[in-house]
């Protein structure tokens, strides 16, 4: 007997935040009986009738059925304000289209991080079409792809056939509205009106590879979604050429070579989900796991730089959440909001012009984790002229086809991808970015702080497993370590990882976070570099 599908009424919500997504609104809330952050996607913009309740009740009865690593579980469903929607886990980094077009945040993609998120993709979407009957996606988008607190992707908004075609009939009569051109990630059989089909996800995956590799959204030189639309249909396809996808990319050659095929224009020349499975599995596996764990470890600590570079000279402590929400709602109107504009700091940024200026502002409410940024909507996409595109003959064969290597960059080129995963080059205002354990100034009033910037490498040296579980036990219980931020350094698959994080979020944290770490540290047979630094600077 299938299990039930729980139902969330609006009075199990509390702290509910507004966002608007690719094809409606998204709320992130609070479920006061289980006790955790939840997402949920409405799934009209008009109110819904017993019919369509019975028909999403039984598409979510079938999609939890569902067990995979790398799908987003379903929750429950919502009745909220007469509108209906799908509940899910709320996931702390957001969507794959946030890491790849906010620059800010995200100044790099270390590519053996981009190649593990198509790896978690297409292993998703094999599991989706091996079941019987195959279940589809309908509309796998970089925005349905989100992302957990070890950079781990989850695909979501799969098997949901019947308000798939509702908002596809609806976007397709409203393509004035600029999130429409999220249709250009649908194949050209689909948009001719042809069925879902697993062909058409893998259309799908493939023009996601190239927004991923690229950081850009395609076609966006098309003047109208129509002429885009069209365009797609005659057999156009992004660019591939240096500007696009990097010389300086590892195995540039043969994920390029997976994008023509994912992309053809011809159903049958498609290569299957697991193949595509099978292939990335082969490139991920030359990289090192404790490359991808530093890869993980700079993207996080490049976040958090960027995130404290944008508070700018704010006098006092906000703690801020730019993940999946654009805009704020409160709940209570009674309580009164602060609105602060701020002028983020610039971050070193591939393309872009260099006289643009965002503004952004953060919106307060009672809890910190309410905070969000209003986005410009400038960020969305590159501007510019139209990129240069290649054309597939309607009926052409390209499974043979190879791509032919680049031997030199582009001059002035930089790669969005860096070759070498060595220290980050972080911005001077993060408290460890100093060579060597060397102290910039002096220890002043934070003096536990400055312990563990100048012992971090004999910190890193000494650390155990026993000891550092102690260390969190510790802080868990002295009420001085967040939940979200003990869940971040327990996701890091290495010892030394786990280590880095814990330093790093203690002096986020402040002194006396520190001050407990330094205590327990001192304490220890192993930390004796620790304890004299202790001593000098109580001297």
Not at 447 to 464: P, Q, V
Request: with cysteine.
């Amino acid at each position: 007997m299938a299990k039930l599908v729980p139902i969330i009424s609006q009075k199990d919500l509390e702290n509910i935040s507004l966002s608007q997504t690719g094809f409606g609104i998204s709320l992130k809330a609070f479920h006061m009986a289980w006790r955790t952050d939840v997402s949920v996607k409405l799934l009209s913009n008009q109110r819904a009738g017993e019919r369509d309740f019975k028909a999403l009740l039984q598409e979510a009865t079938n999609i939890q059925r569902l067990q995979c690593n790398h799908l987003l579980p379903l929750l429950g469903i919502c009745q909220f304000q007469g509108f209906l929607g799908v509940a899910t886990t709320w996931m702390h980094n957001g969507s794959l289209c946030l890491l790849i077009h906010d620059r800010e945040l995200y100044p790099e993609l270390p590519v053996p991080l981009a190649i593990r998120i198509l790896s978690d993709v297409a292993n998703g979407l094999s599991y989706l079409h091996s079941l019987e009957p195959p279940v589809l996606h309908h509309n796998l988008k970089p925005s349905n792809v989100l992302l957990d607190l070890e950079y781990r992707a989850k695909i979501s908004d799969f098997g949901q056939p019947t308000w798939r075609k509702q908002q596809l009939r609806a976007a397709l009569e409203n393509c004035s509205n600029s999130s429409c051109w999220d249709l250009l990630c649908l194949s050209p059989e689909m948009l001719q009106g042809g069925p879902f089909s697993p062909e058409g996800d893998v259309y799908s995956f493939g023009m996601m590879c190239w927004e991923l590799l690229s950081r850009q959204k395609p076609l966006t030189g098309k003047k109208t979604l129509l002429q885009a639309v069209t365009g797609v249909c005659n057999g156009l396809r992004p660019g591939i050429e240096p500007a696009f996808i990097p010389n300086g990319l590892s195995h540039r050659n043969r994920l390029v070579r997976l994008m023509l095929l994912c992309w053809h224009q011809e159903p049958h020349c498609r290569p299957s989900t697991a193949e595509c499975a099978a292939f990335l599995k082969d490139i991920l596996d030359t990289f090192p796991k404790e490359r991808i764990s530093d890869a993980v470890y700079n993207l996080i600590h490049a976040k958090e730089c960027a995130i404290n570079a944008a508070k700018g000279p704010v006098s006092h402590h906000l703690e801020t959440g730019r993940r999946n929400l654009e805009i704020f709602c409160p709940q209570n109107n009674n309580v009164p909001n602060k609105e602060i504009v701020l002028k983020p700091q610039s971050l070193s940024c591939e393309t872009g012009s260099p006289g643009n200026k965002v503004n952004q502002t953060i919106l307060v409410s009672k809890t910190p984790q309410q905070a969000a940024f209003k986005r410009d909507p400038s960020m969305g996409a590159s501007s510019g002229s139209s990129p240069p595109s290649i054309v597939l003959p309607p009926h052409s064969k390209m499974s043979n086809n190879k791509t032919r290597p680049c031997s030199n960059e582009s001059k002035g080129h930089q790669p969005l991808f860096p070759q070498k995963m060595g220290e980050p080059d972080y911005p001077k205002n993060c408290p460890d970015s100093w060579p060597n354990g060397t102290l910039i100034g002096p220890p002043s009033k934070e003096k536990n702080c400055s312990i563990l910037t100048l012992g971090r490498e004999a910190i890193l040296s000494s650390m155990t497993e026993g000891r550092l579980n102690h260390l969190l036990d510790v802080l868990r219980a002295q009420q001085l370590l967040p939940r979200a931020d003990y869940e971040m350094i327990a996701s890091y698959p290495t010892l030394t990882g786990r280590t880095r994080a814990l330093i790093d979020t203690c002096l986020s944290l402040g002194e006396n976070a520190a001050e407990t770490v330094v205590t327990i540290l001192s304490s220890s047979k192993g930390c004796l570099l620790l304890r004299r630094l202790q001593v000098n600077l109580v001297n």
